[in-house]
């Protein structure tokens, strides 16, 4: 079967590999045809880091733990791409329960079992199912994250699939929430639980190097009823999106002091803030810019060894500083109440729509937001 395959920097093409077939009665082979490009996946296709970043970490600047998640040498090439994918089942193992063949589901970016310590916690993307030899799991990341596939292939392997996948339900048009296996489902977890704690709370969001999961962020804020969410970026495009999707966009040139913006933003504070940018700048001055009791995300990739924050500030503002991975699996079926209403469309922010042939081309387009799609095998999906 085909599977689209990273070569190295700049170069992905479609390549041969054995189709994947069920190892375990767990287990589900599913057919994706939409799939997304995730913004952590710009991370590595412009880049060679196979000699630089053990580099930066022997030069003491890079958190060696880099190395435990991507692999030494890391992101290896050749290795399937893509984690971010909507689906049909069409294979389930004897003890798969949830979904059945023909259904269509979102499969989560991170492998999950649904038993263990950090599953029942809520945490699955560090499931710590005992067969594992990676610290995360994943698709689309090569052998530093457990070598299963990309997911921008004629089929993909879910090693469990009762706790990993998610039925679409009706009514949500499944092409454009093919992020939900990951940058959607991250962006809701910086401001969804936060605007339940605190309803119609004014928002500020850093875009950037996260670039569609800063807008799904806004645009999610203004889905679930934040009065005013601020939303800066130096990017013309993305703020126009910004716009689009409803919040108030504020533009920082490139080079302009975050500091800067003090004069424009709400004097009270934030009780949200989410950084996207990946600016350990951006994100201290998010804090510095919380309301008492509020709650600042960083979604971005930190890889620097010492980062500054300003933890006296967040002492006197009682702050919360929350980093971590995106547990896509938990926080995708709080998503679907908004597509379904129609607040939170994920249309707005998909700026590349393809044809599944084309994602060689298309997979190196430097777009906010890919999407990759074909025909389903049941056209009533
Ligand atoms: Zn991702
Ligand atoms: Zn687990």
Redesign the pocket.
Known sequence: MQQLTFLGKNSVAWQEVREPVLQSEQEAIVRPFAAARCDGDSFFLFHDYRKVMPLGVNLNYLDPKVLDVFGNPPLQPPFGVGHEAIGEVTEIGSAVKNVRRGDVVVVPWAI?????N??RRQL?AN???TDKKTLVSAYGFGAGMGDFGGMVSDKIRVPFADAMLVKIPEGVNPIHCASLSDNISDAYRSVGPQLDKFPEAPVLVFGGNAKSIGLYAAALAVAKGSTQVDYVDDNLERLTIAARVGANPIELRKKQKVSTLSGVLIKEGYPIVVDASGSVTKLAFGIQNLAPGGTATGVAFYVKKRNSLPLWEMYLRSATLHVGISHSRRDIPDVFPLIKSGKFKPEKITTMLADWSDAPEAYLELSTKLIIHRQPLNNSN
């Open positions: 999950s079992c649904g038993h263990c950090p599953c699955p499931c710590s199912r």
